[in-house]
């Protein structure tokens, strides 16, 4: 069974503050995604890494994935209120992909 | 590109009924997937399809659950004799190859209530 851990389970933090949440495995996957939830709605991709040590941006966003391509980290940049979701990790092989539980975050204004 | 669409949104059911989901997904998907969210959890991988071939069940998926896909187009959700631990967020995800991986697109859900 490939699990995925994420940590922390739930992070508060105020406005323009930077923050990394972390996802944890002891399998190897050959992608890794992360998505972010909106309560009642399904996940939306932000981005897929693939390449050992890969680091991707988006805007304020930075992934990283692990060298030996069984971790991953998400660096967010002087966080907003709009970052506000639960933040979830996958790891996939074979096209088949395990989800962590995600990290909830808070930004408040 | 419309995205990943599911129906209903919403549904309400009695224990012992049975209820159809419904998902439409990319059109030029090859790939589906369903999963089942409890609150304060991920997606639990239920079952996908390439095509119209169902490739792989969860084994934590019991015999009253069964899906298709019969032209591998959309694909349908059905769940026998509903039970209270049935209520969940069915979601549906479709994907294609690009490079060594596969990316999914998540459909907004179908949120199941057993009363």
């Known amino acids: 069974t490939q699990l995925l851990e994420q940590s922390p389970q739930f992070l508060s933090i105020q406005e323009g503050e930077n923050l990394t949440v972390y996802c944890n495995s002891s399998?190897?996957?050959?992608?890794l995604q992360w998505y972010r939830q909106e309560p009642g709605e399904g996940p939306v991709l932000l981005v897929t890494?693939?390449?050992?040590?890969e680091v991707k941006k988006l805007k304020r966003l930075t992934f990283q994935f692990g060298d030996a391509r069984k971790d991953s980290s998400l660096h967010i940049t002087a966080a907003q209120p709009g970052d506000t979701g639960l933040y979830l990790c996958?790891?996939?092989?074979?096209?088949?992909?395990?989800f962590g539980d995600g990290t909830t975050l808070t930004v408040k204004p | 590109d419309t995205g990943v669409s599911q129906n209903p949104r919403h549904k309400i059911t009695k224990r012992g009924q049975n209820v159809t989901f419904r998902c439409d997904p990319i059109?030029?998907?090859?790939?589906l997937y369903w999963y089942r969210q409890t609150l304060g959890q991920g997606p639990e991988f239920l079952t996908y399809?390439?095509?119209?071939?169902?490739?792989?069940k969860s084994r934590l998926l019991s015999d009253r659950f069964s899906a298709e896909r019969p032209k591998g187009s959309f694909s349908t959700l059905e769940i026998q004799r509903t039970e209270q631990g049935d209520s969940a967020m069915y979601l549906c995800?479709?994907?294609?190859?690009?490079?060594?991986?596969?990316?999914?697109?998540f459909g907004p859900g179908t949120r199941l209530t057993v009363t």
């Open positions: 996958a790891g996939t092989n074979a096209g088949k992909s395990t």
């Open positions: 890494v693939v390449t050992g040590g």
């Open positions: 399998s190897v996957f050959s992608s």
């Open positions: 059109s030029e998907h090859n790939r």
């Open positions: 995800a479709s994907s294609f190859r690009q490079g060594t991986s596969y990316e999914q697109y």
């Open positions: 399809f390439q095509n119209e071939a169902q490739l792989e």
